[in-house]
Structures are given as structure tokens and as C-alpha cells.
């Protein structure tokens, strides 16, 4: 069974650091870019990040750029974002998401999610 | 960026009826080197991640009924639901992936009537 599970999500005080994984099985990891999507409470979807197969290209929303990283560790099967300097509208549901193509390259369009991991951002 | 829009908000449809769901980029999502289009349809049920529907603007993803499908090209785009069918109630999003950020639409809420 393909599956994605997100963990490492906490309630953190603004300008803390937190980093998130992404546990992946059922397909072959290192044959799909992926990428990371977040979802404020009762909110629409906003997408986050993204990685190719071999790190060799990476994407980033303009409201994490410069404090997001995402990277990933394909003999771990294991998609990461490291957060630093919290905010207050990075609280929401961070989903961990697997591109459709096969090339490893980015097409941007996400066949498989993770259940979401909660990070909440207050003091 | 390109900003995607939907319309409408919200939509309440009966049971066996067409719901019928907007998307309009504010640029052409359409490459024409592959004669296709960036644009992908997703359904999140209360609850749960989303799930892909469609892409490239009317490729159904495998497992997806038949009474789903995709249209438009260019800067604007419809998914239409058939006939409307209980298990259906969720909310709509469209995504361009022409180019980062694949930015997604506001969502559509479809409701039973």
C-alpha cells in the first residue's frame, strides 16, 4: 500500500524552529519529486515546498522562503521541512505529498498525501 | 504568482443532478510545446487529505468515476459532477502547476440541496 506519514508537528512559540518528517512506503521513493502543502484551520490549501529525486531542485512558497528548508534522505525513504522563525500564520495542517511523475522531476501535481501533521504556532 | 479563482464559493446541488465547479488563472496554464495544460482537480472530504481527480485539465486519476470529468483549456476551466451523488459532498480545488508556486484555488464547497 502507498502511504505517506507526516509526524513532528507540536505547539511551538513564534521564532522557535521545528522540523517535520515524512515517512514513505509502497512505491519507489527515489522516483518521485515531493513536495509539502499546508492547510490553515477551516482554511484552503497552500503549497509549501518542493524537492526533485535527487535534491537537485527545490521550491519554495514566498511566505517560507529564506526560513523553510525541505530536504530528504531517499535510503530513508524520508521527506523533511526544517521551520525556522515561526510565525503565527504558519499554524496550520502540514500535508506531505507525492508528484504524480515518474521522472523524478517535478510536474506539480500530487497523487498521494499524508493524514497532515498539526503545527500551531503560539505563545 | 498566478492566482487561481473559482466560482462559485459555495454550490448546493440535488441528488442525480450536474454540479458544476469554475477555475480561471489569471495567466494561460497551457504549454504548447505538449499541448497541455497545467491544471489539476482535488476533493477533500471533511476530515481527510485531499485526493486527485483530475489533471492536465481532463485526464480522470485512475479509480476516479466516470461521472467526474475535466474541461477548458487556457485560463479557464470546469469540473462537472454528472450526477451528483451523496459520497460527492466535499470541497473543490483546482492547482495550476505550469509553474512554482503551484498555487491552488480558494475551494468550492458542494453541499446536497
Known amino acids: 500500500e502507498v502511504q505517506l506519514v507526516e509526524f513532528g508537528g507540536d505547539l511551538v512559540q513564534p521564532g522557535r524552529s521545528l522540523r517535520l518528517s515524512c515517512a514513505a512506503s509502497?512505491?519507489?521513493?527515489?522516483?518521485?519529486?515531493m513536495h509539502w502543502v499546508r492547510q490553515a484551520p477551516g482554511k484552503g490549501l497552500e503549497w509549501v515546498s518542493v524537492?526533485?529525486?535527487?535534491?537537485?531542485?527545490?521550491g519554495y512558497a514566498d511566505s517560507v522562503k529564506g526560513r523553510f528548508t525541505i530536504s530528504r534522505d531517499n535510503a530513508k525513504n524520508s521527506l523533511y521541512l526544517q521551520m525556522n522563525s515561526l510565525r503565527g500564520e504558519d499554524t496550520a495542517l502540514y500535508y506531505c505529498a507525492k508528484d504524480k511523475g515518474a521522472s523524478g522531476d517535478f510536474t506539480g501535481y500530487l497523487d498521494v498525501w499524508g493524514r497532515g501533521t498539526l503545527v500551531t504556532v503560539s505563545s | 504568482d498566478i492566482v487561481m479563482t473559482q466560482s462559485p464559493d459555495s454550490l448546493a446541488v440535488s441528488l442525480g443532478e450536474r454540479a458544476t465547479i469554475n477555475c480561471k488563472s489569471s495567466?494561460?496554464?497551457?504549454?504548447?510545446?505538449?499541448?497541455?495544460?497545467?491544471l489539476a482537480w482535488y476533493q477533500q472530504k471533511p476530515g481527510q487529505p485531499p485526493k486527485l481527480l483530475i489533471y492536465?485539465?481532463?485526464t480522470r486519476e485512475s479509480g476516479v468515476p466516470d461521472r467526474f470529468s475535466g474541461s477548458g483549456s487556457g485560463t479557464d476551466f470546469t469540473l462537472t459532477i454528472s450526477s451528483l451523488q451523496a459520497e460527492d459532498v466535499a470541497v473543490y480545488y483546482c492547482?495550476?502547476?505550469?509553474?512554482?508556486?503551484?498555487?491552488f484555488g480558494q475551494g468550492t464547497k458542494l453541499e446536497i440541496k
Open positions: 495567466q494561460s496554464v497551457f504549454y504548447s510545446s505538449n499541448n497541455k495544460n497545467f
Open positions: 492536465w485539465a481532463s
Open positions: 524537492i526533485s529525486w535527487n535534491s537537485g531542485s527545490i
Open positions: 509502497g512505491f519507489t521513493f527515489d522516483d518521485h519529486a
Open positions: 492547482q495550476q502547476y505550469y509553474v512554482a508556486p503551484y498555487t
